[in-house]
């Protein structure tokens, strides 16, 4: 018999870093950007041992997550990268907030797709009190269906409403710093980080599961990768959606350009182990950036959105549940009463997958 090949040195170092990361020790910065530098020849050790942290804390489950762009441009915000912001002309849908039997019907299609969260999302700066008064309205009657997890991104939140939120049956909040604090200025100037940071800390105020995350491909450099991530570990939110930029026409933004499938799963391994126990949600532009290996990425994730993303299409849910199944992977589902079981089987045997269109604009 062959003799076995010895595990390399590199292999060795990524190891180290899972240990550490298991042991939840704070990845220095020399070998978080080691992490983000590694080269093609080290990505499946790298990826092998983010997926031991993945393993120990989050098994082999995906959690699903559909959201709803319950209402649509109209920002006044300059955010660089975005397609619904005051700056951009991206001949995106324009709408105000949708009709609550809208929102409540996107509910049942989570439930039908094996959703674990139902993301309602509002563009604009914050929620108006008349907004506030729908969502809250509109939440209740969700919780009256289906015991369905509910995340709510309405823009920034005060104490006061967050509050409000948690009463109306909300279980978590996301709203994203998007980047490192010195990277923030560069592309946006209505709001600063730390108004960011502030509707994350009222969040946790009022006992909601705080999600926050970043973006990535818009210039930023390593070093502010790192520090985005650092800053997530350190404000201890439950949640990580970690988007790739997807370049749309019309946003003043200049992409980077230097997203490859290779850095894209680097970039998740560092944010695996530096917050190991955490739901690391492979988010926008997973389709784009990844391409054919979006597949390793759920050795380092443990959620993906399915179906639509704001203003642009996604992957058929068909194809995702697919891909789940081929990894020996399982949907993490959480039980609704009723509609979710059977269809819920229907999908894990690979029946009626994918049935009806995803919402989208």
């Given at each position: 018999?062959?003799?076995?090949?010895?595990?390399?040195?590199?292999?060795?170092?990524?190891?180290?870093?899972?240990?550490?990361?298991?042991?939840e020790?704070?990845?220095?910065?020399?070998?978080?950007?080691?992490?983000?530098?590694?080269?093609?020849?080290?990505?499946?050790?790298?990826?092998?041992?983010?997926?031991?942290?993945?393993?120990?804390?989050?098994?082999?489950?995906?959690?699903?997550?559909?959201?709803?762009?319950?209402?649509?441009?109209?920002?006044?915000?300059?955010?660089?990268?975005?397609?619904?912001?005051?700056?951009?002309?991206?001949?995106?849908?324009r709408?105000?907030?949708?009709?609550?039997?809208?929102?409540?019907?996107?509910?049942?299609?989570?439930?039908?797709?094996q959703?674990?969260?139902?993301?309602?999302?509002?563009?604009?700066?914050?929620?108006?009190?008349?907004?506030?008064?729908?969502?809250?309205?509109?939440?209740?009657?969700?919780k009256?269906?289906?015991?369905?997890?509910?995340?709510?991104?309405?823009?920034?939140?005060?104490?006061?409403?967050?509050?409000?939120?948690r009463?109306?049956?909300?279980?978590?909040?996301?709203?994203?710093?998007?980047?490192?604090?010195?990277?923030?200025?560069?592309?946006?100037?209505t709001?600063?980080?730390?108004?960011?940071?502030?509707?994350?800390?009222?969040?946790?105020?009022?006992?909601?599961?705080?999600?926050?995350?970043?973006?990535?491909?818009m210039?930023?450099?390593?070093?502010?990768?790192?520090?985005?991530?650092?800053?997530?570990?350190?404000?201890?939110v439950?949640?990580?959606?970690l988007?790739?930029?997807?370049?749309?026409?019309?946003?003043?933004?200049?992409?980077?350009?230097?997203?490859?499938?290779?850095?894209?799963?680097?970039?998740?391994?560092?944010?695996?182990?530096?917050?190991?126990?955490?739901?690391?949600?492979?988010a926008?532009?997973?389709?784009?950036?990844?391409?054919?290996?979006?597949?390793?990425?759920?050795?380092?994730?443990?959620?993906?959105?399915?179906?639509?993303?704001?203003?642009?299409?996604?992957?058929?849910?068909?194809?995702?549940?697919?891909?789940?199944?081929?990894?020996?992977?399982?949907?993490?589902?959480?039980?609704?009463?009723?509609?979710g079981?059977?269809?819920?089987?229907?999908?894990?045997?690979?029946?009626?997958?994918?049935?009806?269109?995803p919402?989208?604009?």
């Amino acid at each position: 018999m062959p003799t076995p090949t010895p595990p390399t040195k590199e292999t060795t170092k990524w190891q180290a870093l899972a240990k550490k990361a298991l042991e939840e020790d704070l990845l220095t910065r020399e070998e978080s950007l080691a992490v983000l530098s590694a080269g093609n020849e080290d990505l499946l050790a790298l990826v092998a041992a983010a997926y031991e942290v993945r393993r120990r804390y989050h098994g082999r489950r995906v959690k699903l997550n559909l959201l709803i762009n319950a209402k649509s441009g109209l920002c006044p915000e300059d955010c660089a990268y975005c397609s619904q912001s005051s700056v951009a002309d991206s001949g995106v849908n324009r709408y105000k907030l949708l009709p609550n039997q809208t929102v409540v019907e996107g509910a049942r299609r989570a439930v039908e797709l094996q959703a674990h969260t139902y993301c309602i999302v509002m563009s604009g700066r914050s929620p108006t009190e008349k907004e506030l008064d729908e969502v809250v309205g509109t939440v209740r009657e969700i919780k009256r269906k289906h015991s369905l997890k509910i995340c709510a991104c309405l823009g920034l939140l005060s104490d006061a409403q967050a509050a409000r939120l948690r009463e109306a049956g909300v279980d978590r909040v996301n709203h994203n710093v998007n980047t490192s604090e010195n990277f923030h200025p560069k592309i946006c100037s209505t709001h600063t980080y730390q108004d960011r940071v502030r509707t994350i800390e009222a969040v946790k105020k009022a006992n909601l599961s705080p999600c926050c995350g970043g973006i990535f491909g818009m210039g930023e450099s390593d070093e502010d990768i790192v520090d985005l991530a650092r800053a997530l570990r350190e404000l201890d939110v439950d949640s990580i959606p970690l988007n790739f930029l997807i370049p749309i026409p019309g946003t003043p933004i200049e992409p980077a350009n230097n997203l490859t499938p290779a850095k894209c799963l680097a970039i998740l391994c560092l944010f695996r182990f530096l917050n190991p126990s955490k739901e690391i949600r492979i988010a926008g532009g997973r389709e784009l950036h990844l391409r054919s290996l979006q597949a390793l990425g759920l050795y380092v994730a443990d959620s993906i959105f399915i179906g639509d993303y704001l203003t642009t299409a996604g992957q058929k849910p068909s194809e995702d549940l697919q891909m789940i199944r081929d990894l020996g992977f399982e949907v993490a589902t959480f039980p609704s009463p009723g509609l979710g079981a059977d269809i819920n089987a229907e999908i894990n045997a690979g029946v009626g997958a994918g049935s009806g269109a995803p919402l989208s604009e």
